[in-house]
């Protein structure tokens, strides 16, 4: 079974540019997260889809940042326009929707973003 | 506010030498506990998980976790540990309130770096 996939590996844009990351669930879970660590700090929620629908994106940054996930399969994450402070880390990582309580994530590879 | 707190943030060990990471959280209801691990190059892999039951769980590569539920606290051990696992280990919290359900917090992480 192939695990969490994402693209790009890596990111390089300058400040004002726009960014497309993609997710690519397990198959068959309708739990999306994305997270992101800035360089030094630890590992924060950004926001969590079940299928196709925004669970809670109480962890988005601001209005720059906004993700989809269209269908219920993949995900994208857009930050337009981007600025220094985004670069980072981003992870992606998917659950089944499971009993309550017991919701185990399985993270991506992670895409590093650096904003020049 | 609520968080994650990892009591180290580098340590340094010889192979063969006992492994503890302590990790406490602040959160004071019904939790769930991880412990993530990333190898060098390598996406984050769960090591072990805590939800209910026998507070001692073990995981994967001879690693085991004590939850104490009165000291708020998740600690990580290896009794004798490999230049394999070098890593950075994460602690990661599920607190399960209505508005949290899924969204993992984490500490800040701490680089091992086991010597030959």
């Known amino acids: 079974e192939a695990g969490v996939t994402q693209f790009p590996s890596h990111s390089v844009i300058e400040k004002g540019q726009t960014v497309t990351l993609r997710c690519d669930p397990i198959s068959g879970h309708d739990n999306l997260y994305w997270y992101r660590r800035v360089m030094g700090k630890e590992i924060k929620f950004l926001l969590h889809f079940v299928k196709e629908s925004k669970q809670d994106e109480s962890g988005m940054p601001n209005n720059r940042f906004l993700a989809e996930r269209t269908g219920g399969t993949y995900s994208t994450l857009k930050v337009q326009p981007a600025e220094l402070e985004d670069s980072g880390v981003y992870f992606c990582a998917s659950s089944q929707v499971p009993p309550a309580g017991t919701d185990t994530q399985y993270f991506g590879p992670g895409t590093r973003l650096t904003v020049l | ?116």
């Open chain 2, 1 to 116: 506010a609520q968080s994650v707190s990892q009591h180290n943030h580098h340590v340094i060990l010889s192979e063969a030498a006992s492994l503890e990471l302590g990790c406490n959280y602040s959160y004071g209801g019904t939790v769930n506990l991880f412990w993530y691990v990333q190898y060098p190059g390598q996406h984050l892999q769960l090591l072990l998980k805590y939800f209910s039951g026998d507070p001692l769980v073990k995981g994967i590569k001879g690693f085991e976790a004590e939850f104490i539920k009165s000291k708020f606290s998740f600690n990580l051990r290896k009794p004798s540990v490999q230049w394999s696992d070098t890593a950075e280990y994460f602690c990661a919290v599920n607190p399960m309130t209505t508005d949290s359900w899924g969204k993992l917090q984490f500490g800040a992480g701490t680089q091992v770096v086991v010597t030959p």
